[in-house]
């Protein structure tokens, strides 16, 4: 048997078959009362919250400005959670940017590549993600009583190879075994496939588009086999509605981008389409779909803010004359903790704090009006388009170019009093974001772990084992508790 059939043979309660002209021991009447309300019972009843997730094929987010534009988007659609496909960015890792929380997956090349967006309410309830690979990530979120688990995927071309394809539903299948079945799980992405206009069971709805073709058998077999529905084949929209995918040309429009749900949470979702109106220069329209579901905060820790630690070498900090002193003279043996509060209370006072920057330092207004006025084109293969896209390019080509350059004369005036500051600016410049990260570890048993209190736990246990004191007669070591004073020229020395 495939491994992707499975048959739809009814029962009666008792195993004895039935079929649909024939009920059986009051199947038929037991299923009108009970089926209907199934689903609903297990989200709609919980929460009336809805939450707003899409997912979009931009081409690319390795280009000057693009970012910025799919933020801009992302606020004017209220899309809480978006995720894209082909992004064309290396490596894996995560980044703030603005009022938005950015986890990427990408491969060596500038190829492929997937995103996963969140508006900064909901980045707070994210449990974990997982990077699997160029074409497949996972993002889990806390809900109040379900939580939410949504993987984001772009699937190889018709070009690609079998190999290739066999490959991504490989890989698709290592991410599903992260996912409970009590757990939302929402697959999204450009699928490349076509699954037509055709009813399919519960998988496959009528208001599908076009014909279906053989990437789209084998994506809907897939969803069969694992019971998952595409929801923006399941309700009637205006045909423009319905297209994610331009041809070259403008010849053909077609439906490659989905949202799936478990078949079990199907009723959580409102409406689902796409939205043709969304632009950031790609031939592809992003797909919306409004799922009623509740996330919960995730409380953290207290922050401390970072502090501008260069305003010490600035001349109008008199740092030196407000430092208690005293402090250290009334004590008669100097303690860590009088020394500590001491020097924190003061640079409270005179430390400003270092101001939170947004990611494209570069951006201009004048550059995301000309975004928002390129909305106007219907006609995105129209050369007015055309010319204002190829505007916007030039302007965010110009305006990077003057930042970089008062950049690099700001590197050369800190570069011989203020190395920390130079530094800080090298990699402000270089885009550089620290070590990369999967979002992910194994444990002991090579189960993945993806929450961060698991992680922590993780390595609290490893670095517990690691330099754990097996020995059973331990020398004993005299410690100076009470060590030389610390003189007051001694601080003072070491605060200029």
């Not at 009108?32 to 609903?40: A, F, G, I, L, W």
């Not at 519960?202 to 994506?219: A, D, I, P, W």
């Not at 950049?407 to 190395?419: L, V, W």
Request: charged share 30%; glycine share 8%; hydrophobic share 30%.
């Amino acid at each position: 048997m495939d491994m992707y059939s499975f048959s739809n043979e009814a029962n009666s309660v008792k195993g004895i078959p039935v079929n649909d002209s024939e009920s059986s021991l009051g199947t038929a009447v037991h299923g009108q009362q009970v089926e209907p309300d199934r689903y609903q019972a297990t989200v709609c009843s919980i929460t009336k919250q809805s939450l707003n997730i899409g997912t979009w094929n931009v081409r690319t987010l390795f280009q000057s400005g693009k970012l910025d534009n799919v933020k801009l988007e992302m606020t004017r659609l209220k899309v809480n959670i978006l995720g894209i496909c082909e992004t064309r960015w290396t490596g894996s890792g995560e980044f703030n940017s603005d009022n938005f929380k950015v986890r990427y997956s990408g491969g060596v090349k500038h190829e492929r590549g997937i995103t996963m967006i969140l508006d900064r309410e909901n980045a707070k309830s994210l449990l974990g993600w997982w990077a699997l690979s160029d074409r497949v990530m996972l993002i889990k979120l806390k809900g109040k009583q379900i939580d939410l688990i949504i993987i984001q995927v772009y699937a190889p071309t018709t070009a690609s190879s079998e190999e290739e394809i066999d490959e991504f539903y490989d890989t698709l299948e290592k991410a599903k075994t992260q996912c409970k079945s009590t757990d939302v799980t929402v697959i999204m992405g450009d699928l490349n496939a076509k699954v037509g206009n055709e009813a399919d069971g519960e998988t496959v709805g009528k208001f599908g588009l076009g014909t279906q073709n053989e990437r789209g058998g084998k994506c809907v077999q897939w969803c069969k086999a694992n019971e998952y529905v595409l929801t923006n084949t399941w309700y009637e929209q205006h045909p423009r509605k319905l297209w994610t995918w331009l041809s070259p040309g403008n010849d053909f429009k077609n439906q490659i981008d989905y949202i799936a749900i478990k078949k079990r949470y199907r009723c959580a979702i409102k409406h689902s389409k796409a939205y043709p109106g969304a632009d950031c220069g790609s031939d592809h329209n992003p797909v919306i779909c409004e799922l009623k579901v509740k996330l919960k905060t995730i409380k953290k820790g207290k922050t401390t803010p970072r502090m501008d630690y260069s305003a010490l070498l600035k001349k109008n900090k008199p740092f030196e004359k407000n430092m208690r002193f005293n402090v250290l003279e009334d004590q008669g043996s100097a303690k860590w903790e009088t020394f500590k509060e001491a020097l924190v209370s003061v640079a409270k006072e005179l430390i400003p704090k270092r101001d939170k920057k947004s990611k494209s330092k570069w951006m201009t207004n004048e550059i995301l009006d000309r975004m928002r006025s390129s909305q106007q084109f219907y006609n995105r293969g129209s050369s007015e388009y055309k010319q204002a896209s190829k505007g916007i390019r030039k302007k965010c080509r110009e305006a990077k170019e003057i930042w970089l350059n008062e950049q690099c004369e700001e590197i050369e005036r800190h570069k011989t009093n203020e190395p920390g500051t130079m530094y800080r600016k090298i990699k402000e410049v270089t885009g550089f974001k620290g070590c990369s990260s999967t979002g992910y570890t194994r444990s002991r048993n090579r189960e993945v772990l993806m929450e961060k209190d698991k992680i922590l736990e993780h390595w609290t246990e490893y670095i517990g084992e690691l330099f754990a004191d097996y020995r059973g007669n331990k020398p004993e070591i005299r410690k100076a508790i009470e060590g030389p004073k610390i003189l007051t020229s001694e601080v003072r020395g070491a605060s200029q």
